[in-house]
């Protein structure tokens, strides 16, 4: 999940034309805690952030994490 997950993060932040500052605002964490997100450095965000993300980036929780 956690490679697929930060792939996917990066890919349609980017192709919504987002810097990971806006996608942090947009879900309520911190632009760090996006780095760490596409990084993998974070591999375990909680189900309410996940969320958060995919509503952000306009894709399904399955896609997200698929």
């Given amino acids: 999940m956690t490679r697929r997950l930060s792939g996917v993060i990066k ?10 500052l806006a996608l942090a605002q947009r879900v309520g964490v911190s632009d760090a805690y996006i780095t760490q997100l596409e990084t993998r450095a974070r591999i375990n965000p909680s189900l309410h952030v ?9 894709v399904s929780l399955a ?4």
């Fill in 11 to 20: 890919r349609r932040r980017l192709e919504l034309g987002l810097s990971q």
């Fill in 50 to 58: 996940l969320k958060k993300l995919a509503k952000a980036l306009g």
């Fill in 63 to 66: 896609e997200l994490v698929g």
